[in-house]
């Protein structure tokens, strides 16, 4: 039986990991490699982490291109990546050299889109601005017209991304009776459907017609500053704007302009382009409702993504096909 599968996990996961993929392969897994702490690897220490590894358990933070694979040598079988996303990794030259891909997708569904909802609610109802108040000890009481947010019954929400996270987004806005658009390249009969009735739109006129805006679209050369300067024109002044997709489909220095200029009313933000840097001013803006990538981030969900990954790994080591594969 072939001991010799070195198995590298590049960053501090949650949960028994290793003893998860020793229970899955038994003897077919040999040295596991673990980082042990909470941050990426600099990339000089990761290519050397690689090195003749059979199997790669990464995060977003890591970048898997020619010179990972090139350093992963002829062993590398899989790259599991933790995380529904893999925009990080070079999907083509996976396939060239026969490396399969797997991720997270379930996992971060459900999170991601309360995460969503509450960036939506945080930035309408103007909670930076509210929180700041009351902790500065300088609130007055309630008072007729104290910030004043936006209404969300009964509105219009464009959904952009019809994959599981926006389907999980419309299946929420039932609760506040809302009107939905999407915008997605082929019809999905899903959101179409009772209950949620939403309709299909162009970026261009969802834009002009929606009160509130929810990105949900994987980040790809086509999607890079998918919103910018041009589209903020196209919104209305009283729409906000929610990302929890990727930083860079959204062009962050046109947000900050837009958001200056009061040319959108608001924006919640989860991802960011330069992440963890923020865009100059983006900070101090108090109509921008910032989290810190919080996502996916529920003990049982973080928790699952671990037993995802791990699961992706642990089937081809067995010579099967990772269960959530994307090459």
């Given at each position: 039986m072939n001991t010799a599968n070195r198995v590298v996990i590049t960053r501090l996961l949650p949960g028994e990991p290793e003893s998860r993929l020793r229970a899955a392969c038994g003897e077919r897994v040999g040295h596991v490699f673990r980082n042990e702490i909470d941050v990426p690897l600099e990339r000089g220490a990761l290519l050397d982490a690689v090195r003749g590894a059979s199997a790669v358990v990464a995060t977003p933070a890591d970048r898997i291109d020619a010179a990972f694979f090139e350093a992963a040598g002829e062993p590398l079988r899989i790259v599991?990546?933790?995380?529904?996303?893999?925009?990080?990794?070079?999907?083509?030259?996976?396939?060239?050299?026969?490396v399969r891909v797997g991720h997270t997708p379930d996992a971060v569904t459900e999170p991601t889109a309360d995460i969503a909802w509450l960036l939506l609610l945080g930035a309408a109802r103007r909670a930076t601005e509210g929180a700041h108040l009351v902790r500065r000890a300088?609130?007055?009481?309630?008072?007729?017209h104290v910030l004043l947010g936006r209404r969300l019954v009964g509105k219009t929400l464009l959904i952009v991304g019809a994959g599981r996270i926006g389907m999980a987004?419309?299946?929420?806005a039932l609760?506040?009776?809302?009107?939905?658009?999407?915008?997605?390249?082929?019809?999905?009969?899903?959101?179409?459907a009772e209950p949620i009735r939403a309709q299909r739109v162009e970026l261009a006129a969802g834009l002009r017609e929606a009160d509130f805006v929810s990105l949900h679209t994987p980040?790809?050369?086509?999607?890079?500053?998918?919103?910018?300067?041009?589209?903020?024109?196209?919104?209305?002044p009283d729409a906000v704007l929610v990302n929890t997709a990727r930083g860079p489909v959204v062009d962050e220095a046109a947000l900050v302009a837009a958001l200056r200029a009061q040319r959108i009313?608001?924006?919640?933000?989860?991802?960011?382009?330069?992440?963890?840097?923020?865009?100059?001013?983006?900070?101090?803006?108090?109509?921008?409702?910032l989290l810190p990538h919080l996502g996916s981030a529920t003990v049982d969900d973080r928790l699952w993504m671990m037993e995802m990954a791990i699961d992706n790994v642990a089937a081809v080591l067995r010579g099967e096909p990772p269960p959530h594969a994307v090459v």
């Open positions: 599991s990546v933790y995380a529904v996303g893999v925009d990080n990794v070079d999907l083509v030259e996976a396939a060239r050299r026969g300088d609130w007055a009481g309630l008072g007729v987004v419309a299946r929420r609760g506040w009776q809302m009107r939905v658009r999407y915008v997605a390249r082929s019809h999905h009969p899903e959101f179409e980040l790809t050369a086509e999607t890079h500053h998918l919103i910018g300067e041009p589209e903020f024109a196209q919104m209305r009313a608001a924006a919640g933000l989860d991802v960011y382009e330069h992440e963890p840097r923020l865009q100059d001013g983006l900070a101090e803006l108090d109509n921008a409702f």
